[in-house]
């Protein structure tokens, strides 16, 4: 059903919202106001629905990551390169300014290629790209070090709704030197560098964004910089929110449309950030561990549950602060899976986690922040304030968080 047609039948159903004040309906006029009320609201939020959902449910890029492992012994220096890639969106030339897929004007042949079959999808890589020793390699002062395809892995056709990762295998062979940069093309989007050497332990950890080259790193030591990492997984963790999770930006308004005051969103974001802080950190060392099958459609459902709640209520219960550190609990989880997928440093591993959890505070802030800026400042003391942004709001998030659910259970 198009926009239109929806607008349409919004329309006659608000011309007919006046028979309510008729002598027919005078004696249950009051009854029949509100429920015109909450179908007007209904309508309203199905439209703006609708009308965002190609945004909302877009394909989410996210860091390319690269493990460089060093293999040295009294002869020669050789390196093996795993880079974990999306390999549709760096053939068709998805932008990586984009935070997700349908924002590009690429996004339908994108599409078309995350159906392709595992030989189809190759076929089509080896004809836009000879080789990659114009796109990722090893230099230093005296020399360029460039890559062997060695193998390619690509994933069965599964779910198209969900990132295809490919993995591509490159080796380097007789390295000369001990200091080195990583070359990684911008256009391939940001990447997650981490070198390792024979034991597996940390040379060097770094996240690439921007720039083209990495800092400079030596193979025969640790060269981590402990507040470059801060930094990254700052940055990580607040990336999580804003742009690319949608999921947990739609949780935070939820808990900030119940009210303007201020003691009801300090308890909720509160009871929220110390339940999901205690899961991240047990989901990432490993002891909490439960499928991501379980903890997203749950996730999509305490979207739904506290958005809905926000419909027949503006204050702060004393049920829902506990409910809202039970879904915590699964958001916390949602954020250890993330940064299990994307890793942690063994010798920085706390300061990571930590870094990591500062970004998705700040996040959070400033998705508070921004909610602040542009509803409750200035609107929050009108009287429509509740009819208008709150309740329609609550309801599109809810239908959003209901969508996702039977997305993620099916």
């Given amino acids: 059903m198009s926009i239109n047609v929806l607008s349409s039948i919004f329309e006659f159903f608000s011309s007919h919202n006046s028979c309510a004040n008729t002598p027919l309906f005078k004696k249950k006029s009051k009854k029949k106001n509100t429920m015109w009320f909450f179908?007007?609201?209904?309508?309203?939020?199905?439209?703006?629905y609708l009308s965002l959902i190609s945004f909302i449910f877009a394909h989410e890029l996210r860091p390319n990551i690269a493990n460089l492992d060093i293999t040295k012994n009294e002869k020669t220096t050789n390196a093996k390169l795993d880079l974990k890639i999306n390999l549709e969106a760096i053939i068709v030339g998805i932008d990586p300014n984009h935070s997700n897929t349908?924002?590009?004007?690429?996004s339908e042949l994108y599409d078309e290629y995350r159906k392709l079959s595992p030989d189809e999808l190759l076929k089509k890589f080896y004809e836009k790209f000879d080789s990659l020793d114009d796109k990722i390699y090893l230099?230093?002062?005296s020399n360029e070090y460039f890559g062997t395809i060695e193998h390619i892995t690509i994933p069965e056709i599964g779910d198209i709704e969900v990132i295809r990762d490919s993995t591509i295998e490159l080796s380097f062979k007789n390295l000369q030197e001990d200091t080195y940069q990583f070359y990684w093309d911008e256009n391939f989007g940001s990447v997650?560098?981490?070198v390792n050497s024979n034991d597996q332990s940390e040379l060097h950890t770094e996240i690439i964004t921007k720039e083209s080259l990495s800092s400079t790193f030596n193979i025969n030591e640790d060269q981590s910089n402990?507040?470059?990492t801060i930094t990254d997984y700052i940055v990580i963790g607040f990336e999580h929110i804003l742009p690319k999770g949608l999921d947990h930006i739609f949780f935070v308004l939820a808990l900030f449309l119940l009210s303007t005051k201020f003691k009801p969103l300090f308890f909720q974001?509160?009871?929220?950030?110390?339940?999901h802080s205690i899961t991240l950190f047990l989901g990432v060392l490993n002891i909490v561990n439960i499928s991501p099958n379980i903890v997203e459609p749950i996730i999509a459902i305490s979207?739904?549950?506290?958005a809905f709640e926000n419909l027949f209520t503006n204050k702060l219960n004393k049920a829902r602060p506990f409910v809202i550190f039970i879904f915590g609990l699964l958001h916390g989880l949602g954020f250890a899976g993330v940064l299990t997928e994307i890793g942690i440093p063994d010798d920085l591993f706390i300061t990571s986690l930590?870094?990591?959890?500062?970004?998705?505070?700040l996040g959070q802030i400033a998705v508070i922040l921004i909610a602040y800026l542009l509803l409750a400042l200035p609107f929050g003391k009108q009287k429509w304030y509740d009819a208008r942004i709150t309740k329609p709001m609550s309801l599109v998030i809810a239908c959003v968080g209901l969508y996702w659910f039977i997305e993620r259970i099916i």
């Fill in 303 to 306: 979207i739904a549950y506290v």
């Fill in 226 to 228: 402990i507040f470059k």
């Fill in 192 to 194: 997650i560098l981490r």
């Fill in 139 to 141: 230099t230093n002062s």
């Fill in 354 to 361: 930590v870094s990591f959890n500062v970004g998705v505070e």
């Fill in 39 to 48: 179908k007007n609201i209904f309508l309203k939020a199905i439209i703006i």
């Fill in 269 to 275: 974001v509160t009871y929220f950030t110390i339940a």
């Fill in 102 to 106: 349908q924002e590009s004007d690429q």
